[in-house]
């Protein structure tokens, strides 16, 4: 049983080692690229790949402009979504900067704004976070007139107009930080 593989082993090692015959000792290399030059004809494995060719690179293709498009979509997305809580925040920024104009002034001016200001308050926690929130607890506690013992009248604090007067000055600053179109937080 051992002896036919040797004596193909020794055959094949002298076909290849020969260098007088008719393939010299690199027939192997010239037999693979004589049948590697046949891959493409009709029929063979190569053949058939290459019909498919056309069809994946048309879905290459489209796949590239999906993945493009999917891109843009989440950029407008995220400036939907920024365009959305500016536009809230701005009302709310409104609304504080009525009330604290209006109490820099009177304190009967600023009755109504005050109401909608208080209603609003868990908003401004929710859209700037709790440093201005507080800010805004601040504001209302400031502008809530003195309770004086039970049965006297309230009285305004004597200094509110002047406070509400400083802090409508520093408004726009305090609130720069959310408005910036750079930098969103």
Do not use: C
Request: zero cysteines; hydrophobic letters at 45%; proline letters at 6%.
């Amino acid at each position: 049983m051992g002896e036919p593989i040797r004596e193909f082993e020794s055959h094949r090692f002298r076909q290849t080692a020969n260098h007088t015959g008719p393939r010299g000792p690199f027939a192997f290399v010239e037999k693979r690229m004589a049948s590697a030059s046949h891959w493409l004809d009709p029929g063979t494995i190569g053949f058939e790949l290459l019909k498919g060719l056309p069809a994946a690179l048309v879905a290459l293709v489209i796949g590239t402009i999906a993945a493009w498009v999917a891109w843009q979509q989440l950029k407008v997305g995220r400036a939907k979504l920024n365009l959305d809580l500016f536009e809230q925040r701005y009302a709310l920024f409104e609304l504080l900067w009525a009330y604290v104009s209006a109490r820099s002034r009177s304190a009967d001016e600023a009755r109504l704004a005050g109401i909608g200001l208080e209603n609003a308050l868990p908003k401004f926690y929710f859209l700037f976070g709790p440093q201005i929130g507080d800010y805004v607890s601040s504001v209302l506690a400031q502008g809530r007139p003195e309770e004086g013992p039970v049965g006297t009248a309230r009285s305004q604090r004597p200094e509110a107009p002047q406070w509400f007067h400083e802090q409508a000055q520093g408004l726009h600053d305090r609130f720069a930080a959310y408005f910036d179109f750079q930098h969103w937080r």
